[in-house]
């Protein structure tokens, strides 16, 4: 029987990041990113582990493309790295954009098509002794970076991504320093947020000028705040946590303005803006896309009883995907949107007989499909899904102790065996519809 199904023609992909898999992190006239800067500093990532050969995807990559085929996925979501094409911030490696090139032919030889996102948090090392994007120059470097990659890849590439999570670039960068660069600084976090921002809508309109018929957007991780004893007072709190986290991004590209009560408050934090920069953050979109892995609760410290966590110690709650979902598609203009990540990290375990049994990651997708779906059924616009991970890489700060992966990797031979759950989401895919849980 055929279990809760998806309109034809709905996008199904497995998206990755260039440092999380690439490797090869000065080969072929590569720069030094602020990731590499980052792993390469003691007490940064976990069992100091770097993404000096990740995957190895750089020389595996027809290898890890020919998985999509055999998983019956026809697109496929990856970031190019900034510091691979432009190695010093100025002038360009082509070598680098041969192996975007390479990629992206091969993905269309297998008739998959490539969704690229243009900055997944590796900035060349060199433009961050500039300042980063801290400094206001940052937005006419991103937007010359975009106009190099669309101009080499534009007759073939469709789909474009801008950033990946600016929230967390500019928070987890420059405010808690949990990632590269590791900046500590509330005020400066506020000003690179901006600037993210602004970069975003330039870029939009580089891709835009040196593509045939691009589709253009942003991907914004989201997570919703709920409240465990539905009180006033908590109700205010997750009100409160939601605009100054999510509504600070969404805000400004889909209404133009910054949240204003969350605005005065930050008063001299506030950050520097020019005339027109609203209207070049707001710039129209052809879909947008939403990582969605958690909700927040308020009212609790710590675990909300009876409730699963993964084990990056985030709860399992799909029914809050749901009800983010339709509360977006009541508050604000949206273009189409993808769901460009969704997935859970588990401790997965290779067995003797080969197999990567991972019961729980199928449940996890398979109650995130459903809450998809119901939000579709109440009329939100989604389009695509993308699963976080194809595979098992190098989780950040935590190295690769977490497996985000359908795919397994044994990181000490390259080897990749298909978990449980790639079968059960090839199966997903090819049916168009909820595959039975096992
Ligand atoms: O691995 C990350 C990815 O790079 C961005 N979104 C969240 C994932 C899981 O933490």
Known sequence: MKGLSFPSGFVWGAATAAYQIEGAWNEEGKGESIWDRFSHTRGKVLNGDTGDMACDHYHRYREDLKLLRDLNLRAYRFSTSWARILPQGG??????LDFYERLVDTLLEFEIEPYLTLYHWDLPQALQERGGWGNRDIVGQFADYATIVAKRLGDRVKNWMTLNEPWVIAFMGHRSGEHAPGLRDEKLALQVAHHLLV???AAVDALRANTRAARVGIVINLLPVETLHDTEQERALAEQNWQSDSAWFLDPIFRGSYPAAIWQAYGAKQPRTLPGDMAQIARQLDFWGINYYSRHVVGIN?????SEYTAMGWEVNAPALERMLVR?????????ILITENGAAFADQYADDGSVQDP?????LYTHLEATARAMAQGVNVRGYFVWSLLDNFE???GYGKRFGI?????????????????WYAQTVSENALAPLA
């Open 199 to 201: 970069a975003h809508g």
């Open 302 to 306: 710590g675990r909300v009883p009876g």
């Open 407 to 423: 795919v397994y990797v044994d990181y000490t031979t390259q080897k990749r065996v298909l978990k449980d759950s790639a079968k």
């Open 328 to 336: 977006l598609n009541h508050e604000y203009q949206l273009p189409p």
């Open 396 to 398: 950040w700060a935590y």
């Open 91 to 96: 002038a360009v490696n082509s070598r680098g």
């Open 360 to 364: 729980r990651r199928i449940a996890y």
